[in-house]
DNA sequence: GTCTACAAGATTGTTAACAATCCTCCTACA
DNA sequence: TGTAGGAGGATTGTTAACAATCTTGTAGAC
């Protein structure tokens, strides 16, 4: 597998992809010249490149002095879940009015899924599930804008991901808060889907304060 | 006053201000060399911060063919205000929860300001005060990234923002919205000035779909 | 032993030139 | 008259070299 020639579309997927599954760690310098090699492309790409992860909250640079990747400190991830909050709050209010049935039955099929890992206790498929299922509903929600959003704010936060769902307690509540939030998109009731989206999301903010207060 | 040379910040602040303010018009070309000759820097420069305005969603660059400013539809414009009404209802409440006595006092002031505004029939002034309220209530908030991604949803809609105030009897109702969430506020109780201030722009959203279907 | 000054290396910032691609317009031909 | 093809210009994409800046390590003064 020699190195390819990339463009900048997929250099910037791959640099992305490295810094969310933490290959390239928080606060670890960006070199351009080394990107350059790894990527096999020109250090110009690489600097449009990370400008655009700047832009995305990714990636922080100084003048002069580069880039490096930006940590998220808890106080942070806790904002971030807050913002999330609203936009997904949102989207499942959207997904209860613009739902088609074949969503419906994906949702129901993750969720199911979902019961069966908690059963097992398998936290890690279940913590993959759970963010398949609300990518579902965003999805379903049709709504570019709140989607971007949402996804920019989740590339950010992906380091925080796993901790909640190790409180004790977690994982049944969690589950039955996915599952009213489904019923309610099921039933195409708007404002109850997003009721329940918020309870839920703010079940998980209220957890991650306690575990921040733990530490 | 010659033409100074620029680093990449003051360019990139300078050409997403041509951008808000309409001196670059939607849809139309962005060309490199242009640019960094108006801006007085290199094609490098322009380059990265074209990459950064597209990840702001101000412009849109495609392979081979440049960059030109982007169109937001009046559909868009809907999502963009929805997607604001859940971000600044959030941080009505924060900013409920922690809003210093000097917050509370500006807010009041702007609100007098407007309120002589629409009595007046100043409608121009009235959109500029409104705008500089909400900012007031976003710092107030001290939530840095729910004030970011509205920050950025402002700039790709500023288009649209002085259409709704047009609507008859949205000026009164406007007002007493903002009254509202600033009495809200004033007295420390989040739930209400989130609620109010999701009032307030749903009322927004609800006269633009009226405005749509009536073009 | 600690601090400052300075030199060397590493890294970013900028420029210019070249290559590749796209767009426009003109011509030739049916 | 209308359309395919191609030449030329305009613009973007890429590369390399150079300049400016920062960082690191070392030597010398106190």
Redesign the interface.
């Known amino acids: 597998m020699g190195t390819q020639l990339l463009?900048?579309?997929t250099c910037y997927e791959r640099l992305r992809n490295w810094i969310i599954d933490g290959t390239l760690q928080p606060n670890e310098r960006l070199i351009e010249l080394d990107l350059a090699a790894r990527l096999g492309t020109g250090r110009?790409t690489i600097?449009?490149?990370l400008?655009?992860l700047?832009?995305?909250?990714l990636v922080v640079r100084e003048?002069n002095r580069g880039a490096r990747v930006r940590f998220v400190s808890p106080e942070?991830a806790l904002?971030?879940l807050?913002?999330r909050?609203?936009?997904e709050?949102?989207l499942a209010r959207f997904a209860a009015m613009r739902a088609r049935p074949e969503d419906i039955a994906q949702m129901r099929d993750l969720l199911a899924q979902m019961h069966a890992c908690v059963e097992q206790g398998d936290l890690v498929s279940y913590s993959a599930l759970n963010t398949a299922l609300h990518r579902v509903i965003a999805e379903a929600a049709r709504?570019?804008?709140?989607a971007?959003?949402l996804e920019t704010?989740g590339s950010q936060s992906v380091r925080y991901q796993y901790r909640t769902i190790l409180a004790p307690g977690r994982p049944a509540t969690s589950l039955a808060e996915h599952d009213a939030v489904i019923r309610a998109i099921a039933v195409h009731d708007p404002d109850a889907a997003e009721q329940a989206m918020r309870a839920h999301l703010s079940g998980v903010c209220e957890t991650l304060r306690r575990l921040k207060q733990g530490h």
Do not use: F, K, W
Not at 54 to 57: C, H, I, K, N, T
Not at 143 to 146: E, K
């Open positions: 463009n900048e579309q110009a600097r449009t490149v400008a655009r700047e832009q995305e909250g003048p942070e904002e971030i807050e913002a909050t609203a936009i709050s949102l709504h570019r804008t709140a971007r959003l704010l």
